[in-house]
């Protein structure tokens, strides 16, 4: 059964930053793309930032450009969001997701298995 746990979230000032962890286990193969998505009170799931396994191309979305980095370790199956200068919007519960085969990585009904969640919270 595969898992993904995530770790990190938390309260945190404006500007401040966290680092969000989603460790994968249960699965004999590497996913083929993992992606963090977040959701705030009131609006859609978005995906946030995206990470081929392979080839560890990556993409985000318009707002957290040069502000976050998601990463991997793929030894420890472990997939990692740093955020820096965060703001008040970026205030949601953020989720990791996998996918395991070939395909779009793109929104989040391409992603098969997901995380439970964390809290991040900003301040102003």
């Known amino acids: 059964q595969v898992q993904l746990v995530e770790s990190g979230g938390g309260s945190v000032q404006a500007g401040g930053s966290l680092r969000l962890s989603c460790a994968a286990s249960g699965h004999t193969y590497s996913s083929y793309c993992m992606g963090w998505f977040r959701q705030a009170p009131g609006k859609e799931r978005e995906r946030v930032a995206r990470?081929?396994?392979?080839?560890?191309?990556?993409a985000y979305t318009d707002s957290v450009k040069g502000r976050f980095t998601i990463s991997q370790d793929n030894a420890k199956k472990t997939l990692y969001l740093q955020m820096n200068s965060l703001k008040t919007e970026d205030t949601a519960i953020y989720y990791c997701a996998a996918r395991w085969r070939g395909g779009s990585c793109y929104t989040s009904t391409d992603f098969n298995s997901w995380g439970q969640g964390t809290q991040v919270t900003v301040a102003s």
């Open positions: 990470i081929y396994t392979n080839s560890g191309n990556t």
